[in-house]
């Protein structure tokens, strides 16, 4: 993850400013409210009572219990709609990416080609070549039977700490398709300053 903690290195102390007194580390025998007495030294006087406030965020309230994925706003308005229009992914890449985005965990995906042609109404034999074409396409790389990983650049299901894990991973590998910095040749109409 990163390097280890370093221990902290002690400072000599000096005398206390007059009035003031010394903080110690809270133990057994010193359970001083530390916020209290740093906010008496910082301010006037006596403080008669500190507060913490907490302020939580709310939760997002999407369809279904499978969480969600953050999907590239550029992937969403400028590649994704442009690609389907033209015809460079067709309809059925378009569920099948879809339908991954929506399986992925972390960038992992494990499913069959009869799972995801059940949960899209088509026939299993109809996603062997659409999904090798995402595959071509660095949206999606197929690692084994059943075993994918989905561009985190593209969309990804967990925290940016993990993203940047991930995509460092992957970056080290350097995969002669450049995944997942480069998109496919056939997306190559959107400049790499664009994409980023």
């Known amino acids: 993850m990163g390097e280890p903690a370093r221990p902290l290195r002690r400072r000599s102390r000096g005398p206390t400013p007059a009035g003031r007194p010394a903080l110690q580390p809270a133990d057994a025998g010193n359970n001083s409210d530390l916020a209290r007495l740093i906010a008496e030294q910082i301010g006037s006087g006596p403080v008669?009572?500190?507060?913490?406030?907490?302020?939580?965020?709310?939760?997002?309230?999407?369809?279904?219990?499978?969480?969600?994925?953050?999907?590239?706003?550029?992937?969403?308005?400028?590649?994704?709609?442009?690609?389907?229009t033209h015809h460079i992914i067709t309809p059925l890449q378009g569920a099948i990416l879809s339908n991954m985005i929506g399986?992925?965990?972390?960038?992992?995906?494990?499913?069959?080609?009869?799972e995801i042609a059940d949960e899209i109404g088509v026939q299993r034999t109809s996603i062997g070549a659409p999904l090798d074409r995402l595959c071509e396409m660095n949206l999606i790389r197929k690692l084994k039977?059943?075993?994918?990983?989905?561009?985190?650049?593209?969309?990804?299901?967990?925290?940016?700490?993990?993203?940047?894990?991930?995509?460092?991973?992957?970056?080290?590998?350097?995969?002669?398709?450049?995944?997942?910095?480069?998109?496919?040749?056939?997306?190559?109409l959107f400049s790499r300053t664009e994409i980023g």
Do not use: W
């Open 145 to 188: 039977r059943s075993t994918f990983e989905l561009n985190p650049r593209v969309a990804f299901n967990g925290n940016g700490n993990e993203q940047a894990d991930f995509l460092a991973k992957l970056r080290a590998m350097q995969l002669e398709s450049n995944f997942p910095d480069e998109l496919g040749e056939a997306l190559t």
């Open 103 to 114: 399986r992925q965990k972390r960038g992992k995906i494990q499913t069959t080609h009869a």
């Open 48 to 84: 008669h009572e500190v507060k913490a406030v907490v302020y939580r965020r709310t939760a997002h309230d999407f369809l279904g219990e499978e969480g969600y994925s953050l999907v590239s706003n550029y992937f969403l308005r400028r590649v994704l709609p442009y690609c389907l």
